[in-house]
């Protein structure tokens, strides 16, 4: 019973025919087997590509290549009568008003109706007027300022460019330091060196054989000369170094 039971299991799979070989290419058949089934009830199998009307695409062909088609209506042929009896806006083409009835073709009420539009076009010319005047002027405000703002940085270019140049003049003055800058002022060379002598000599002098307050005076104008002739790196360095560990 058990073989019977498990027999159907060992045919189900039909034979095949002949197989590919190991390591040999499959070739693929035609796909016209595929379009030789037929449809239902024996029905003639559908072709491959459905042929659409040239009319259909036609329209297709030109996108992009034809201009936008626009509204060119007047825009007084757009406005909406109003009802001179009830104040009722209607539509462009109703003949007689929907709250009160009146006839809206009657040619008091197409004057009434003229002379509005009338107003309108013109409040709305002068709201145009009025938007271009202020457009204008802002124009002008934010051309007067930045015409303001720019010769504001020209004249701290020219500011700026003073002081690099004066600072510039007054460099080698402080070369090495500032007394030697002062005695290279001097053109004739005996001068200067007299003019150094002398400041060296004059506080010494004052200090040995003045009185209290000409040795007070003696002490303050060596104090001067030596400050004069400290040589400005040492100046500039302190400064560096405040600047560093700040």
Known sequence: MSSNKFSRFMHLERARGDKTPPGGQVRLQDGGRFESVAGPAGEAPAPSSVAVPEAHVERFKLHG?????????PAQGQDFPRCMRCQTENGRFTRECATCGADLQAPEQLAYNQERWRAQ????????????????????????????RQRHLEQLHQALEKDRSFISKLQPLFTPCLGVGLLRLIPHPLARWMTLAWTLLLPLLLVRFGNDSLQVLGLYLGMLVIVFFVPTGLWTAGRRGRGWHG
Do not use: G, I, N, W
Not at 65 to 73: E, G, I, N, V
Not at 121 to 138: C, F, G, N, P, Y
């Open 65 to 73: 290549q034809t201009p936008l088609a626009l509204d060119d209506t």
């Open 121 to 148: 076009e013109q409040a709305e010319a002068q709201t145009r007027e009025q938007m271009k005047v202020l457009q204008k002027s802002r124009q002008e405000d934010d051309a007067e300022q930045l015409a303001e």
